[in-house]
Nanobody, 114 residues
Framework: QVQLVESGGGLVQAGGSLRLSCAAS????????IGWYRQAPGKQRELVAV???????NYADSVKGRFTISRANAKNTVDLQMNGLKPEDTAVYYC????????WGQGTQVTVSS
C-alpha cells in the first residue's frame, strides 16, 4: 500500500523560507504526477505545484516566482522550496500523487506570521 509522508512544515515569519518534502513508500511505481496542494481554514483545497514524470511543472499563480517544485523520480520524492512566504500562504499542505489511483499525504501545517 502506498503511503505519502510529508515533512518540513512549521512556523516562519513573513519573507522567510521553508522546504517541504514528501516521500512515497510501499511502491516502486513511478507516479504520473506528484506535487502539493494546500487548504486554508474555511477554504477549498487548492493546487500549489505539481510536476509530471518528464519534469513539466504547473504552479498556482499566487506562488509563481516564489515556490519551486523538484522531483527525484528514482526515489519517488518531491520537494517544495518556498521562499518569500506571505501570511496568505498559511495552510495545511498536502502531498499528492497520481498513478493508477490518487494518493494523499496526511498534511503538514505551514504558518506564516506577519
Amino acid at each position: 500500500q502506498v503511503q505519502l509522508v510529508e515533512s518540513g512544515g512549521g512556523l516562519v515569519q513573513a519573507g522567510g523560507s521553508l522546504r517541504l518534502s514528501c516521500a512515497a513508500s510501499g511502491s516502486t511505481y513511478s507516479f504520473n504526477r506528484i506535487g502539493w496542494y494546500r487548504q486554508a481554514p474555511g477554504k477549498q483545497r487548492e493546487l500549489v505545484a505539481v510536476i509530471n514524470s518528464v519534469g513539466s511543472t504547473n504552479y498556482a499563480d499566487s506562488v509563481k516566482g516564489r515556490f519551486t517544485i523538484s522531483r527525484a523520480n528514482a526515489k519517488n520524492t518531491v520537494d517544495l522550496q518556498m521562499n518569500g512566504l506571505k501570511p496568505e500562504d498559511t495552510a495545511v499542505y498536502y502531498c499528492y500523487a497520481l498513478g493508477i489511483y490518487t494518493y494523499w499525504g496526511q498534511g503538514t501545517q505551514v504558518t506564516v506570521s506577519s
